[in-house]
DNA sequence: GGAGTACTTGAATAATTTGTGAACAAATAC
DNA sequence: GTATTTGTTCACAAATTATTCAAGTACTCC
């Protein structure tokens, strides 16, 4: 349920919706543009963990959307070039202007799934979130964003909504919640508490006008998110 | 001025004396081993942050031993392999087996370095500089420009500025940050010692006049770099 | 509708977390 | 070797967060 997203670069369709299919069967989220233009505004929006760039493109080059990404607030995103050029000198190029990794076409599917996988490895965990109905976890950077809204949660809020928020759908009883919030030492504490903190969390997450709320009550048995 | 030792892995002299200059006219720390098992011992005396790694080794396998670095202790370093085989297979086999980046020989020494500096730049280790917010480090040079005027900082402080810098609005706790700042021994460092740390680094860096700070706490988590 | 159980809620209290200055220790420079 | 800088810990205050309790509300099953 943790999902990276990933931006796919490119101007041919074909290639877009391969490298779309193969990333998805990975369960990457895929968003796509097929301009350096359309890029810089799908990049701002979705704050990708990786992307995939093709260094041809009609508009705004591959290499400047390189620099500019390079230049922007989110400077640390990982980036893969992609190009038909298989000259040494284009991939030193490549590397050297921020690339993390360089591919030229034709590409095997697999190989470019490993280049995608190596590279994060490595950089991947800072990234990841979970959206579901407006309500955004990132749990790297301890933010929550309700509506593009950051708010702010105390520990247990957030380890709470990040345990209900993996698992949407899902009925956990206060005595599971009890062991995730609290790994060392469980004993002692109440079913109770557990009511305060989903208590304190719908208060900052649930809007009042919405008639039913992300984390649910089942009677009996728990607390879940619904989605 | 953060040291960064290249172990190079390879059986054939002359090639492991061609990058050893290479990575010296660059201003690496070059280590060297000839086969796996030599490699080994020289991983654990020199913790180098980038090993490059040929695969055909007499006595332990080039495989074998990225293994065995995996499940090491210091398994976050990065690894270059080097091969001669040219198949799409091998090269994939190589980076799910926890390779950053994989060349086939014969190599350009200029895409070697250019590798090695992209590993580096992910991993941290190299880039030149990072500027946030009127804040510029360099890593390389050991320095800090706070709108242009140099400052001061101790080891630990450039070590943990750096850090969080790295990943700006990501939140590490201070176990981490410990981890960190004592990579051989962070055996009995409490939380308090990172504490006092951010606050003298705190003095150096923040603008009393700003409302918000730059490196701001994180209740119940640890610290983060805001950008 | 009533009894019984399960959940919600707000207030009171307890516990934890962080900031801070001072003291001591260790490392480095002179 | 001494002086100076840097690093670590300690102790306490302040702020925040967690937990429990008790009373109130809602739900379910007869």
Redesign the interface.
């Known amino acids: 349920m943790i999902k990276q997203t990933v931006l796919v670069v490119e101007d041919d369709q074909m290639i877009r919706r391969l490298i779309r299919l193969y990333l998805e069967k990975e369960s990457y989220d895929v968003v796509e543009a097929v301009n350096g233009e359309e890029a810089k505004q799908v990049f701002l929006e979705e704050h990708p963990c990786l992307i995939i760039l093709d260094l041809m493109l009609p508009e705004l080059s591959g290499e400047d959307f390189c620099q500019w990404v390079r230049e922007s607030?989110h400077q640390?995103v990982?980036i893969i070039m992609l190009t038909a050029k298989a000259r040494?000198d284009d991939?030193?190029a490549g590397?050297?202007m921020?690339?993390?990794?360089y591919m030229t076409k034709p590409f095997?599917p697999?190989?470019l799934l490993?280049?995608v996988?190596?590279?994060l490895?490595?950089?991947g965990q800072?990234c990841q979130k979970i959206v579901l109905d407006g309500l955004c976890i990132m749990p790297?950077?301890?933010?929550v964003l309700l509506r593009d809204q950051t708010i702010d949660l105390?520990?247990?809020e957030?380890n709470l909504l990040y345990h209900l928020m993996q698992h949407p759908n899902v009925v956990f009883s206060r005595e599971e919640l009890i062991r995730e919030l609290y790994p060392y030492d469980e004993q002692g504490i109440l079913d109770r508490t557990i009511d305060a903190h989903i208590k304190k969390l719908r208060e900052k997450i649930e809007d009042q006008s919405a008639q039913n709320m992300r984390v649910q009550t089942v009677r009996g048995m728990g607390y879940k998110f619904v989605h």
């Open positions: 607030e640390d990982s040494i991939k030193v590397l050297r921020g690339a993390d990794a095997e697999d190989e490993a280049q996988e190596a590279v490895r490595r950089t800072f790297r950077k301890g933010e105390t520990k247990h957030f």
